[in-house]
T-cell receptor, first 116, second 108 residues
């Protein structure tokens, strides 16, 4: 398997622009996670899905952030409008998602977002 | 106070040394995870454990549920072990709570 695939790997945009990050989880995995990593706050969970349904979005910073998982093989994280403080590395991860099992999560390579 | 605390924050070692990284947590958990993040940024899951000890090559992870404490040991450390090691815990859902990480540098 190719592992978790994220695109783009790097994104540079200007404040106010819309940014869309994409993730393809490992085939067969039922849970998908979006994380943000910054120097100041480390790794933070933004949202996670199980069987394409959002389970916990308490980490989504504000209404400018939205995430969708239209099918088992694709998810997007959208920021609109983007702000400089959104600059971070965004990771997607997936797992088998057995309820309550705390499964091993497999991380994608991340998208490094810079908002000027 | 963070729910997951790691120590030390930074660690340097000479090649061959035995290394220990500690993790303490204050919440009930179903599992504890050790992750490795290399300088290139990629994150790899090393261990997931809920009791006892696990070993993989030169890496050993232990957990004491009563004391809410886990350790990651590296035997015969090597420069390629240089990375950030992150402890994370999960409760009765898949949500992970992360520690702030331990930056390890191993010099030849």
């Amino acid at each position: 398997d190719a592992g978790v695939i994220q695109s783009p790997r790097h994104e540079v945009t200007e404040m106010g622009q819309e940014v869309t990050l994409r993730c393809k989880p490992i085939s067969g995995h039922n849970s998908l996670f979006w994380y943000r990593q910054t120097m100041m706050r480390g790794l933070e969970l933004l949202i996670y899905f199980n069987n394409n349904v959002p389970i916990d979005d308490s980490g989504m910073p504000e209404d400018r952030f939205s995430a969708k998982m239209p099918n088992a093989s694709f998810s997007t994280l959208k920021i609109q409008p983007s702000e400089p403080r959104d600059s971070a590395v965004y990771f997607c991860a997936s797992s088998w998602g057995l309820a309550g099992a705390g499964d091993t999560q497999y991380f994608g390579p991340g998208t490094r977002l810079t908002v000027l | 106070k963070n729910e997951v605390e790691q120590s030390p924050q930074n660690l340097t070692a000479q090649e061959g040394e035995f290394i220990t990284i500690n993790c303490s947590y204050s919440v009930g958990i179903s599992a504890l995870h050790w992750l490795q993040q290399h300088p290139g940024g990629g994150i790899v899951s090393l261990f997931m454990l809920s009791s006892g000890k696990k070993k993989h090559g030169r890496l050993i992870a232990t957990i004491n549920i009563q004391e809410k404490h886990s350790s990651l040991h590296i035997t015969a450390s090597h420069p390629r072990d240089s990375a950030v090691y992150i402890c994370a815990v999960s409760g009765n859902t898949d949500k992970l709570i992360f520690g702030t990480g331990t930056r390890l540098q191993v010099f030849p």
